[in-house]
Every structure is written in structure tokens, then in C-alpha cells.
């Protein structure tokens, strides 16, 4: 073990501080070190694998070379500290400050309203900063790539993207009107009224009351670090940490000596590729050699045949060089280049191609690398070097497959990579498809390369190398072996898809699954090869035709679309709302867009977080113990080792909860018996979150597996098991309706689950007060009072002695209603047996495998219509995956029966939902708590009759919908009149019946490119179906200087709640918004709050709110008619000095919601909100890609997957296939692929399903 005495000084800068770490441990990342050591907690951790961007800073530094500063962003939590020696890192705490000055990328992301919860926002602003410094006017193409690496699960990204497009020069707008102009921007010609000039109102922002951009404001580089770089230290650096030691040599010598010494370490570039390794596969590595400082591995020269670029060199980097020398080169020569430059751009976000090098990508040899297929058939060589000499090796499918023969010796490096010029009668072309286009890693990736004998189409070389399909990137290079002396013609074609997907098999049991899809992949993209290089030739050459055939026909102007790939491009939108009466007083801010009251504080990083509270006295930190078995007996329990290990306080199990474990069927930690993977068993508390992390690994429990062990519905209904009894509603007489209509069709829907991933993972902090078993609880929560009363059962103590405070919340969707008590109680109990604080941060892969999510839902229709499209019967059963526990699936299931007629009066109905329990992590409530999966049900078989009747599903919507005042399926009155004018306006707005006839025109012209289009309308009931959800509570004092404080038991989720109470209170009080402010949502000071949901948090709270307001008015009422002139300040001082209450609670007592489910009948919601939406879309039948996501949270963007239906359809229809296929959400592009049945399809190999274990099952 090496002696940490002997560390060197890791020097390097943190937002213009010079910072020098002795001893620092290699394992530290940059993320840890900046929120533990230098208390920067602006900088977030939301996934900690480089994948979301949440960690996104700055690094810049001096390159001696070019004697230039560059700049670039990185994700934090995956640098590791000792890799930044001779770096200045910003954060966004260094850009600006709402306490000093902030800057232009802060205000305007702030008031674009680009945010919401904001714990994505620090990372946003810093990689816009980045790209500001390096381009201030950015083109909108480079805007998109610098955010490609961020995501955001709250705003949606087109006010992120706006807010970033006020740098730019180029015009923003939606575009649509041509040249330039938005479809809002009024010209002399438009036919708009003055009137709605007036009310109606697209602007968030102005645009000239920005800060300017100023370069100068910026913080400069430190000119120490430059004289570093300059005057090169060839000195070793070492560090040494508890377990790995970091070694950066400074020169190459140096470099190939240690690594002859050392065979066995790895070389650290990037980290993105062994990081992630290190963190969940286990990989140990005691030894990491770090050749950042070895500038012979930056190197690249062109030379007359190609191009040879430095192992060293970051994608990015490489992705310039190429870029540069394809704008130099003529086409011919270019086309490897082109390749890999396509897949440059969608591989990772920025943030990942800075860091990552590209000797790190070709040594991984990823299975799904994007480069690596491209770089073989490109005739790749690696320039290696060891202490013995260089020497070269093909970048071959043996290479590819790891045979030690062709693979790097342990003591060498790669040292560059040669990449040689295309040359004529050569073509290369690269594809992959991903799950979306952008920041995804490829299901399938391909390169592919012909040569041809000079001036003909006979094949000279052929080469094709597939990514993602094997445990190793795959050359078919037997097929290309026969193929070569064949003629470039469909006979060729069929031969070759025959003969690769024999050599590229892919087993049914396959690790990743979809291995129907991506055997179709194989060869669709082959065909697209096919076609592309045919184009090419007929270019090249007009000596030959293609000879006419049934199989593939003619290369048209019908099948051309199949070549273009979807470009990336930047989402544009338009926000419209509608403006206040110009009598509401300037100061009353209701109705008025007010920015998000710490949107500022988001981009600035000052808004605090659970996790960024700054450590207490005697902090401890707790991780947890979960089960690996889906239904088991629990034989025994050792934590012996655990408790070994250094830094370990103890382990909590279930026999140290003083009151109640959690319930009889949910129990907080299991004790006999484990009911799925992922439920948690004990905590381990230990001093730092690492030990305690390593610490579980050391426990050691013993199962006996159980029967029956059931993950999916069919399996749920096969034995019985469900939670809770069957909801049902009906209305009329289904069975004799079902006699007299034209039609009868039935199906089936399958709807997946969805993980809520919030950006801010669940976490708690509990403090023990010294007094009276006194406990304050920090946690992330939609439901305080929930938390607070699980942590008094489970402690046995008052609620009274327990305090829940909630600042705000990183995102919750419904994921931090119920589960956060859990994490609460047991952070609870730990603190209750050591007596310490404890702080419980999960990881983002704990927190996917102990929490549920939406519920999958399988759904059965029968439907009875007229020939016309009246639908006369509807018969709907949902069975929905509720996990292993009840949770919220009884609620949940009502939910769904409730809702399930959507806008629809059909006068025969029956709606049945069971809720089943099942060996998996317990499914909870959602965006939606249902209402979007059973609405998808409805809608498809809408979708269905149509098919039948040969009808636009428009229309059968129309003709299905409420029409006059009538009841719903539980006989509340409802008024369509809103829902009508949404679907006449959404009809208008999207111009829907000429854009209908536009796709129609489309698909006759495009055999493999298809669009769809689709109007859904919607009708959703706010709030609960119980009364006692329907109230709210309210505290607001007023100070002697006249500042208002609020309080208000809604929970800060990002959905601006705050902001929301605040306008009400200014309204009220008749001051402005200034005067007010919200702490924070305490229990102690608005107790026995409801759960922070049900889209009715701001209607409850605010009228809670005004009341409160209204009571102190009243009070102050006798002092203003008193001295109406005086100001505020006058009056409150004037109210202190007359002895009257500055301080009132106010209460709202809203709905009564009753439901009699014998009956079937009630009053369950207090009101409607309604909504349309219209989407089109384009797909690639070939591949399966389509541009269109819809978040699912409202169902409108169940929109753009009936626009898709609808595409599928008309390929289906043009092919001659049944219309009716089973509708499966989500439509990712291997749902899209397959539907879209063709000659490729047709022909890959079907494993009969007897005869292997898939590698994944669908669990609805
Ligand atoms: C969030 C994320 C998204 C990603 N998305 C994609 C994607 O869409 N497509 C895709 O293809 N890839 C993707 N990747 C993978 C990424 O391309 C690789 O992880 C990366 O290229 C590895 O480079 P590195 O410098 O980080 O390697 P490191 O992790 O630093 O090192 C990796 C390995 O390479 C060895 N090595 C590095 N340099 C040398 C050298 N000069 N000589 C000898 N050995 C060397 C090391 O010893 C080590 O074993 C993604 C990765 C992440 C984290
Ligand atoms: S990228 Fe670092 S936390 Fe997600
Ligand atoms: S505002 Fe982006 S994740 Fe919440």
C-alpha cells in the first residue's frame, strides 16, 4: 500500500480561487469535491454517470501548442479531481450571483421561464456559458449541440432553447409564416382582429431589457495556470488515495516505463467508459496512469493518403479535425470522415464527446460503439507504442473481438490512429438507431464500405461491421468475402441480407433484447446502403441500369426518402396566453406571466436543494440494504462484515424500529420474506456516504426463493393475485346495445410503465434536537404531513415532537408523495438508535430499483357501432401492474374507471379495472394517476372504428363526443361547451384538415417515409374523489416593517406554487410582490397539509391563502379608511401600535367529492379541464425513427402516438396488411419497425418461444 505521505499537490482553479488539495484520494470525482470540500453545491448530482447533464462546469485550460485558452464542458461526476491539475474549473456560482451581478445566460434562462424546479438549471446554464465563451453569437445548430447532453424532465426544452436564442443572430420564431416570420408576428395583410391583438399575448419576455452580453465581465484565465502549461513540468505526479493511486507522468517515456511496470493499470482519459465500469460493474483498479500531459498523444498530421489523429484527442476534438479536413478534401476522398463526422454529432451529449477520448472509445470496444464499425471498414490501423519500440495493428474484426493476436500488448498504447482517405469508386456510410436521436446509446450501429472495380458496379471489396448486435462490435466479413465479383444490383442485395444475417445471428436470448428489431435492422440498414451507393453510381456513372424487379423496385423519386436521415433540428414553438383586463391595476400581478419567484436563484445555483444543506455536527450517512430476490423467505441476515468495515456505525434492520414497522402488507424493512428485487432489508450508517456504499455490498443475506414468483398481468390473472377488488361503472345495456349494432370489433391495448426520474433522486436529512425526542426532517416531498406521521409511528413518538421541512422539490411527478415517508422513517430510526443526524442521498440507480413508477396497464376493448361511426356499446377491462404492494393502485384504478369515457357520451358502457399484485417494486401515483394509461385504451378503439369504417378517427371522435349538457358515467352533470370550443380551435389552429390532405399527398409520394396526423381531445376531472383532500391551509403574518411572510401547505415542486401564492397575496393585500416571501413548507407551521397533488395544489392553497389575506385586510380595514393616504408601512406600524393581530391562519374547506361505487354514482371532482391537441408526424418505415416525444402527463401527447398509429396504418394499408395491429405504448422506433411489416421483416429469422429465456418480458 502505497504511503499518502508521498502525494504531490493537485493545483488547479475553482472559479478564479486557486485551489491546492494535498492527499486527495484518485476515487474523489470533481462533483464530490466541489459539494463536500468547497461547499459549491450549484453544481447537482442527478444521475452520476454522465447522462443528464445536472453536473454540468467549465473547464478551461491552456494549451501550449496553439498557446491558446480552451474551453469546454464536462459532467462533474465523472472527472475524477486528480485529473484536473493545471485547470481552472467554473461553476456556476463563478458565472454570477443574484447577490452580486448575474449573468446574461442566468437572467434570461430565469425569464424565458426555461425553469421550473430548477435542479436542472445550473447545469443548463453552464453548458449555454460554455458555448458563449467559445461562440457569442451561436448559430441555433451549435445552441442544440451545446444542450444535446442535458436533459430537463420538468420545462420541456423550448423556453431553455429560447432563452439561449437570444444570443443568437438569427432570427427566432416559429418560422412558419417563411422568411423568417412567426406565425404570430402580425403583418399588414393579416385578418386578425384588433381585439385579439389584445388579449391574446405570445410574449414572456422582452427581449430588449436583457443584460448584454459582455465578454469582458467574464472571469479571465489564471495567467499562473498558463505559465504552467508553458514552462511544462516533466516531473511524475502521483497521488495516492485509500485504495488507487494516480500516476501522471509528464512524458511519454515516462509513460511507457510505468506502464511496462505496471501492465495491468488502465489509462485514464476521459473516464466515461471506465468511471462507469469502476462505479456499477465493480471493476477495481489499484493503479490508474493518467497521460494527460503527454502531448505526443495530441498529435495529428495529415499526410497525402489520410489522417492520423491522437489517441488522445477528445471526440470532440476529433470531431473538428474531421469537419475541417472533409471542407478541404474533395467528396471522394472524405467519405470515411463523413461517416464518422454523422455519428460525432448524436454520439453522447458535449459534455461526454470534451471529455472522452478516442483512444479511450476504440480500446473499450464497446459493443454499441458508434465509431468503431466506421473505423473498420474505413481500414483503420493503431500506431501502438511500448518501452520496446512501435509497431502497427489493423483495427480488424479480430481486433474488434479481442483476440490477444491482434490486440494491444499489456505494456503498450495506443499512441494515434490512421485513418486513411476514401478514394473513387469507394463509398462509405455509417448509420445507427437509437431510442431517440439524440444523447442515446445505438440499439444498432453500422459501418459499411464498397469499392468497385473502376467504372463498373462489380464489387472489388466489400466491408459491413455492425455495432450493438454481439458482445463485440461484428464484422460480416465471411458475406462480403462471397459478394466480392458481384454485380451492384437487387439480386446482390437479396444475397446479402440471406448471407449476413446468417454470419451476424443474433440468439433469442440475446443481452439487451429486441432481437427481432434488430435483426431487421441488420438488414434494412443494408438495403439503405444499397440504395445510397446505387444513387451514387447512376451519378457516377449512367452506363448501367438497374434491371426492373418485383422484389426491390426501381430506384424512383418514391423510394428516394429512404436515404434522408431525420435532420436534428431545433424545436420552435409558440406560447400563447391570454393577457390581463387593461383595468387590472398595473400592480395586481394575478393573470400576469411573472417569472418563477427563484427562477433566478435556479440559475444561479443559490436555490438550495435537500442535499445542499451544509453538513451538521456529528452527521452520518445512510445507504441501503436491498433485496436481490423476487419472492423469498429470509434465512439469515450477517452483517459481521458490514460492521468491519472502516467508518461503520452500524446497521439498522426491522428489530430496531421502536413503534411500527411500515404496514402488515409494506412493511418499511422487510423482516421474514422479500416480495421483490429492490426491497429494502437494512441500512448501514457509516461516516461517509462512501464507506457506507461499500458497506452494504459486505452484508450478507440468505434466501429460500418462494412460488409463485409473477412479474407480468397475464401471469397476475393466470394465479389470481390482485390488490384490491374490481372497480367497475356502467351505464344502459351493454349486452343488448351489442345486438343491434352494424359492427363488433374487439382488441387489445398494452401500455408500459414509465419511471418518474426526477432529477433531484429521493433524499432526507434528519436532525435529533437535544430536547424532548425532538426530530426536523429535511426531505424531498410532494406530502410532509405524510412523512411526519410515518416517522412518529415508526418511532412511537408524538406527531408534535417531529418536524418536516420542505424548501423545494427537484422534480416529484407523484414519486414523492408516498415513498419519501419510507426513506424519512427509516434516516429516522437510524438517527434514533446512534443519536446522530443522518443524511440519505440515493443513488440514481437505488432510486430506480426501490421505487415504482407509473403503472403498465393491459387493456381489453369491445366496441359495437353503426356502419357511420356511432358508437352504440363499449365494453373496456384494464388490469393494471400495481407491484408488490397496495401503495396507491386502489386509488389508481378508480382513477382510471372514472375517466375512461375521455370526452365520449356513449349511452352503453361498462368500465371494469383490477390493480395486480405482482413480484415487482411497488408502481405508484404518476402524472395522471392513471387518467393517461386508460385514456390510451379509449382511444385506440376509437382508432379501431375508424379502421372498420373506412373513417378519419376525427370524425368518429366528433361524432362521438359530448354534445349538449349531460351526465357522465357516475351521473355528475357535465357542460361540454369548453371541451367543444378546444376541439374547434385545435382544429382551426393546426389548420388540421388541409395538413391531413398535405400527409395524404406525402405518403402517395413516399414508399419508406410515411407522416400520420392526429387530433385527441380531452376532458380531465382535478382533484380527489374524497373530501378530506379537498382543504387547505394558510399562514401569513405581517412584520412591523411591513414584509409579508407566507406559509401554505403546498409543496415547491417546480410547478411555481409559490409564485402562485404570492400573486394571490399581492392581490389581496393590494401590495406589491416584493413585500412577500416564502420560507419554506414546514409542518409546523401549517400542520396536517394534504399530499401536493391532483393538479388542485394551487386552487386549494391559494384559497386557503386569501383568506388569510382577506382576515388581515378586514383588520387594517379601520386604519385605512382612517388615513387612506398613508402608505403601507404607515398602517402596519399604526396596526402594532393599536394592538391588532398582524397574523391570521386562513382555511379553505373546498369540495365535497363522494363516490358510491355499489352505485355507481357520485360527485366525485369539483371541476373539468379540457384541452386538444393535434400532432404530425414523420416516420422512417425502415428503421422505425420518428420525430415526436410525447410526455404522456396530461395525455395530450397521447397525440403524437395516434399520429404515428395513424403512419403505420397507411403503410400498413399501402402494403396490404391487416389496418388492425396491437397498439403498444410507448411507440418506441422497434414498435414503429415492426409494425411497418415488409420484405425485411418478412425475412429475418422468428424463434419459436419455446426454445429460450428472453433477456427482458413486457410486463403489461
Ligand atoms: C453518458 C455516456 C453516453 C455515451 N454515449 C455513447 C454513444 O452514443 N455512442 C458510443 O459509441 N459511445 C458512447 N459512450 C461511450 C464513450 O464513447 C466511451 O466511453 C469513450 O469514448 C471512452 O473514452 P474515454 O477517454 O473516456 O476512456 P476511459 O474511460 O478513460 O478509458 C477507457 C479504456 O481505454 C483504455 N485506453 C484509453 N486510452 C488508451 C490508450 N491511448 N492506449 C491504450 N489504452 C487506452 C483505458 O486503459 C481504459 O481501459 C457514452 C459514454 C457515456 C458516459
Ligand atoms: S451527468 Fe453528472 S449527474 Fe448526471
Ligand atoms: S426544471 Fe429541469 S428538471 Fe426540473
Known amino acids: 500500500m502505497p504511503c499518502p505521505s508521498t502525494s504531490d499537490e493537485l493545483v488547479f482553479f475553482v472559479n478564479g480561487r486557486k485551489v491546492i488539495a494535498r492527499n486527495v484520494d484518485p476515487e474523489v470525482t470533481l462533483l464530490s469535491f466541489l459539494r463536500k470540500n468547497l461547499r459549491l453545491t450549484g453544481t447537482k448530482y442527478a444521475c452520476g454517470r454522465g447522462g443528464c447533464g445536472a453536473c454540468t462546469v467549465m473547464v478551461s485550460r491552456h494549451d501550449p501548442a496553439s498557446r491558446e485558452i480552451r474551453h469546454f464542458s464536462i459532467t462533474a461526476c465523472l472527472v475524477p479531481v486528480c485529473s484536473l491539475h493545471g485547470a481552472a474549473v467554473t461553476t456556476v456560482e463563478g458565472v454570477g450571483s443574484i447577490n452580486t451581478r448575474l449573468h446574461p445566460v442566468q437572467e434570461r434562462i430565469a425569464k424565458s421561464h426555461g425553469t421550473q424546479c430548477g435542479f436542472c438549471t445550473p447545469g443548463m446554464v453552464m453548458s449555454m456559458y460554455t458555448l458563449l465563451r467559445n461562440h457569442p453569437e451561436p448559430s441555433e445548430e451549435q445552441l442544440m449541440e451545446a444542450l444535446q447532453g442535458n436533459l430537463c424532465r420538468c420545462t420541456g426544452y423550448r423556453p431553455i432553447l429560447a432563452s439561449g436564442r437570444t444570443f443568437s443572430k438569427e432570427s427566432y420564431g416559429c418560422q412558419q409564416k417563411g422568411t423568417g416570420l412567426c406565425c404570430l408576428d402580425q403583418g399588414e395583410n393579416d385578418s386578425s382582429s384588433p381585439s385579439r391583438k389584445s388579449d391574446i399575448c405570445t410574449e414572456l419576455f422582452a427581449k430588449e431589457e436583457f443584460l448584454p452580453l459582455d465578454p469582458t465581465q467574464d472571469l479571465i484565465f489564471p495567467p499562473e495556470l498558463s505559465r504552467m502549461a508553458e514552462n511544462s513540468d516533466e516531473r511524475t505526479l502521483t497521488f495516492h488515495g485509500e485504495r488507487v493511486t494516480w500516476i501522471s507522468p509528464g512524458t511519454l517515456k515516462d509513460l511507457l516505463e510505468l506502464k511496462a511496470k505496471h501492465p495491468e493499470a488502465p489509462l485514464i482519459l476521459g473516464n466515461t467508459s471506465l468511471g462507469p465500469a469502476m462505479k456499477s460493474q465493480g471493476h477495481f483498479h489499484p493503479i490508474l496512469l493518467s497521460p494527460a500531459r503527454i502531448s505526443e498523444l495530441s498529435l495529428v498530421s495529415k499526410t497525402s493518403d489520410g489522417l492520423t489523429i491522437g489517441a488522445g484527442c477528445s471526440l470532440a476534438q476529433v470531431k473538428d479535425i474531421l469537419a475541417e479536413r472533409v471542407s478541404q478534401l474533395p467528396e471522394e476522398n472524405a467519405q470515411t470522415y463523413r461517416a464518422l463526422l454523422k455519428h460525432l454529432k448524436s454520439l453522447a451529449g458535449q459534455q461526454i464527446r470534451n471529455m472522452a477520448s478516442l483512444g479511450g472509445h476504440i480500446i473499450s470496444r464497446h459493443c454499441y460503439s458508434d465509431l468503431n464499425p466506421i473505423l473498420a471498414v474505413g481500414n483503420t490501423t493503431l500506431n501502438l507504442i511500448s518501452k520496446e519500440g512501435k509497431r502497427q495493428i489493423p483495427l480488424n474484426q479480430h481486433f474488434l473481438a479481442g483476440l490477444a493476436s491482434a490486440d494491444l500488448k499489456p505494456e503498450e498504447i495506443l499512441e494515434s490512429v490512421h485513418i486513411p482517405h476514401s478514394q473513387k469508386w469507394e463509398f462509405v456510410s455509417a448509420f445507427r438507431q437509437a431510442q431517440c436521436q439524440q444523447n442515446a446509446l445505438p440499439d444498432v450501429s453500422a459501418g459499411m464500405r464498397v469499392r468497385f472495380k473502376e467504372g463498373t458496379n462489380t464489387i472489388e471489396e466489400l466491408s459491413i461491421v455492425y455495432g450493438g448486435v454481439g458482445a463485440a462490435t461484428i464484422s460480416a466479413h465471411k458475406s462480403c468475402q462471397q459478394l466480392v465479383g458481384r454485380c451492384w444490383n437487387e439480386l446482390l442485395l437479396d444475397e446479402a441480407c440471406r448471407l449476413v444475417l446468417d454470419e451476424v445471428s443474433l440468439p433469442g436470448s440475446a443481452p439487451g433484447g429486441r432481437v427481432e428489431f434488430k435483426r431487421t435492422l441488420i438488414i434494412s440498414f443494408l438495403f439503405k446502403f444499397y440504395l445510397g451507393v446505387l444513387q451514387e453510381l447512376k451519378k457516377l456513372v449512367k452506363l448501367f441500369s438497374v434491371p426492373d424487379s418485383h422484389r426491390y423496385p426501381e430506384i424512383s423519386e418514391q423510394f428516394l426518402s429512404a436515404l434522408e436521415d431525420f435532420p436534428v433540428t431545433i424545436p420552435r414553438g409558440v406560447q400563447t396566453y391570454q393577457s390581463v383586463d387593461s383595468h387590472q391595476p398595473l400592480r395586481d400581478p394575478v393573470g400576469r406571466p411573472i417569472m418563477h419567484v427563484s427562477g433566478l436563484k435556479h440559475a444561479t445555483g443559490e436555490a438550495m436543494f435537500c442535499d445542499d444543506l451544509p453538513m451538521v455536527d456529528k452527521e452520518l450517512f445512510m445507504a441501503l440494504v436491498t433485496s436481490?430476490?423476487?419472492?423469498?423467505?429470509?434465512?439469515?441476515?450477517?452483517?459481521?462484515?458490514?460492521?468491519?468495515?472502516?467508518?461503520?456505525?452500524?446497521?439498522?434492520?426491522?428489530?430496531?424500529?421502536?413503534?411500527?414497522?411500515?404496514?402488515?402488507?409494506?412493511?418499511?424493512?422487510?423482516v421474514d420474506e422479500v416480495l421483490c428485487v429492490g426491497q429494502i432489508i437494512c441500512a448501514v450508517v457509516a461516516e461517509t456516504d462512501v464507506q457506507a456504499k461499500r458497506a452494504t455490498e459486505k452484508v450478507k443475506i440468505t434466501y429460500e426463493d418462494l412460488e409463485p414468483i409473477i412479474f407480468t398481468i397475464e401471469d397476475a390473472i393466470k394465479h389470481n393475485s390482485f390488490l384490491c377488488p374490481e372497480k367497475k361503472l356502467e351505464q344502459g345495456n351493454i349486452e343488448e346495445a351489442f345486438e343491434r349494432v352494424d359492427q363488433i370489433v374487439e382488441g387489445e391495448v398494452h401500455v408500459g410503465g414509465q419511471e418518474h426520474f426526477y432529477m433531484e433522486t429521493q433524499r432526507a436529512l434528519v436532525i435529533p434536537k437535544t430536547e424532548d425526542r425532538e426530530l426536523d426532517i429535511y426531505v424531498s416531498t410532494q406530502d410532509p404531513a405524510h412523512v411526519q406521521k410515518t416517522v412518529s409511528s415508526t418511532l412511537g413518538i408524538p406527531i408534535n415532537r417531529i418536524t418536516c421541512h420542505v424548501k423545494r422539490v427537484g422534480g416529484g411527478f407523484g414519486g414523492k408523495v408516498g415513498r419519501p415517508a419510507v426513506f424519512g422513517a427509516i434516516a429516522a430510526v437510524g438517527t434514533f438508535k446512534t443519536g446522530?443526524?443522518?443524511?440519505?442521498?440515493?443513488?440514481?440507480?437505488?432510486?430506480?430499483?426501490?421505487?415504482?413508477?407509473?403503472?403498465?396497464?393491459?387493456?381489453?376493448?369491445?366496441?359495437?357501432?353503426?356502419?357511420?361511426?356511432?358508437?352504440?356499446?363499449?365494453?373496456?377491462?384494464?388490469?393494471?401492474?400495481?407491484?408488490?404492494?397496495?401503495?396507491?393502485?386502489?386509488?389508481?384504478?378508480?382513477?382510471?374507471?372514472?375517466?375512461?369515457?375521455?370526452?365520449?357520451?356513449?349511452?352503453?358502457?361498462?368500465?371494469?379495472?383490477?390493480?395486480?399484485?405482482?413480484?415487482?417494486?411497488?408502481?405508484?401515483?404518476?402524472?395522471?394517476?392513471?387518467?393517461?394509461?386508460?385514456?390510451?385504451?379509449?382511444?385506440?378503439?376509437?382508432?379501431?372504428?375508424?379502421?372498420?369504417?373506412?373513417?378519419?378517427?376525427?370524425?368518429?371522435?366528433?361524432?362521438?363526443?359530448?354534445?349538449?349538457?349531460?351526465?357522465?358515467?357516475?351521473?355528475q352533470a357535465f357542460n361540454p361547451e369548453t371541451l367543444i370550443r378546444c376541439w374547434n380551435e385545435c382544429l382551426d389552429k393546426s389548420s388540421f384538415h388541409s395538413r391531413r390532405k398535405q400527409v395524404e399527398e406525402f405518403n402517395k409520394k413516399n414508399y419508406w417515409k410515411k407522416k400520420g396526423i392526429a387530433i385527441i381531445p380531452m376532458k380531465f376531472s382535478v382533484g380527489f374523489a374524497a373530501t378530506s383532500y379537498h382543504q387547505a391551509a394558510a399562514l401569513v403574518h405581517i412584520y412591523t416593517d411591513g414584509s409579508v411572510l407566507v406559509t401554505h401547505g403546498g409543496n415547491e415542486l417546480g410547478q411555481g406554487i409559490h409564485t402562485k401564492m404570492l400573486q394571490v397575496a399581492s392581490r389581496e393585500l393590494q401590495i406589491p410582490m416584493s413585500y412577500m416571501h416564502i420560507c419554506e413548507t414546514s409542518t409546523a407551521t401549517v400542520p396536517n397539509t394534504i399530499a401536493t397533488a391532483a393538479s388542485i395544489g394551487s386552487d386549494v392553497n391559494g384559497r386557503a391563502v386569501q383568506n388569510a389575506c382577506q382576515i388581515l385586510l378586514k383588520r387594517l380595514e379601520p386604519i385605512i379608511k382612517k388615513s387612506p393616504e398613508g402608505t403601507w408601512e404607515d398602517w402596519i406600524e399604526a396596526a402594532f401600535e393599536q394592538r391588532i393581530s398582524l397574523s391570521a391562519t386562513g382555511y379553505f374547506r373546498g369540495y365535497k367529492a363522494f363516490m358510491d361505487w355499489e352505485k355507481g354514482e357520485g360527485d366525485p371532482f369539483p371541476y373539468y379541464v379540457y384541452g386538444a391537441a393535434c400532432s404530425e408526424v414523420e416516420i422512417d418505415c425502415l428503421t422505425g425513427a420518428h420525430k415526436g416525444l410525447g410526455e404522456s402527463g396530461m395525455f395530450l401527447g397521447s397525440s403524437v402516438f395516434f399520429a404515428i398509429a395513424d403512419a403505420v396504418a397507411a403503410v400498413r394499408r399501402e402494403r396490404d396488411t391487416a389496418e388492425d395491429f396491437t397498439a403498444r405504448s410507448p411507440a418506441t422506433p422497434e414498435q414503429v419497425r415492426m409494425a411497418c411489416v415488409d420484405r425485411f421483416t418478412e425475412m429475418i429469422p422468428r424463434d419459436d418461444p419455446k426454445t429460450f429465456k428472453p433477456w427482458c418480458i413486457p410486463i403489461a
Open 628 to 670: 436481490t430476490r423476487a419472492h423469498a423467505k429470509i434465512i439469515s441476515i450477517d452483517l459481521s462484515e458490514a460492521l468491519e468495515v472502516p467508518g461503520v456505525v452500524d446497521v439498522i434492520t426491522a428489530k430496531d424500529i421502536p413503534g411500527t414497522n411500515g404496514a402488515e402488507d409494506d412493511k418499511l424493512l422487510a
Open 836 to 971: 446522530h443526524p443522518i443524511r440519505l442521498v440515493l443513488d440514481r440507480e437505488d432510486d430506480m430499483l426501490i421505487t415504482g413508477g407509473r403503472h403498465p396497464l393491459f387493456g381489453k376493448y369491445k366496441v359495437g357501432f353503426m356502419n357511420s361511426g356511432r358508437i352504440k356499446a363499449l365494453d373496456i377491462e384494464c388490469y393494471l401492474n400495481g407491484g408488490c404492494t397496495l401503495d396507491d393502485s386502489e386509488q389508481v384504478t378508480e382513477f382510471l374507471i372514472l375517466k375512461l369515457e375521455n370526452a365520449y357520451k356513449i349511452r352503453n358502457l361498462r368500465f371494469r379495472g383490477r390493480a395486480c399484485m405482482t413480484n415487482l417494486p411497488s408502481n405508484t401515483a404518476f402524472r395522471g394517476f392513471g387518467f393517461p394509461q386508460g385514456t390510451l385504451v379509449t382511444e385506440s378503439c376509437i382508432t379501431a372504428v375508424a379502421a372498420k369504417c373506412g373513417l378519419p378517427p376525427e370524425k368518429i371522435r366528433e361524432k362521438n363526443m359530448y354534445k349538449t349538457v349531460d351526465k357522465t358515467i357516475y351521473k
